[in-house]
């Protein structure tokens, strides 16, 4: 069974946002000859490395809500500039659209388990994927999506 890591996504005020950004991540990538991706840069190291790198995901919380994710590809730690240790979380380029699910603001990453990761929202039935964004809101706050 897969782990997750899930993380806010400062800076980015929508999916669209989150889009645009992994894209031209994954056009630097291609342009230095490598496998489209896109990368994150934390502070911690995760410990359960084997276990995220078994299909697990980075899930995205934006504006409160868990909204996206992106496959988890590799986990690098480096030392940087300064002499601090830091971690590259290496991403697929596609962005999966989730269920909203909401959560409070927090520091770094939280572990997450696949019984507790919000569904692809592809996987929720016909027409979700279609419904307005502040409907879907709406409806997972209410609990009925």
Same mark, same amino acid.
């Given at each position: ?102 959560? =409070?603001?927090?520091?770094?990453? =939280? ?35």
């Amino acid at each position: 069974m897969a782990l997750h890591l899930i993380k806010l996504c400062v800076g980015a005020d929508s999916i669209e946002d989150l889009r645009e950004w992994v894209s031209e991540r994954s056009l630097i990538a291609i342009a230095a000859g490598m496998e489209p991706h896109s990368s994150h840069i934390t502070r911690m190291i995760p410990k359960r490395d084997q276990e995220l790198l078994d299909g697990g995901s980075l899930y995205w919380v934006i504006k409160g809500q868990v909204q996206a994710r992106q496959r988890l590809m590799d986990i690098k730690s480096f030392t940087d500039a300064d002499g601090i240790s830091r971690c590259e979380l290496m991403l697929g380029p596609e962005v999966v659209e989730t269920e909203f699910q909401p959560r =409070r603001a927090f520091q770094g990453w =939280r572990y997450l388990t696949d019984e507790d990761a919000p569904r692809d929202l592809a996987n929720l039935g016909d027409g979700a994927v279609d419904l307005p964004l502040e409907l879907r809101r709406e409806l997972a706050e209410l609990g009925l999506l």
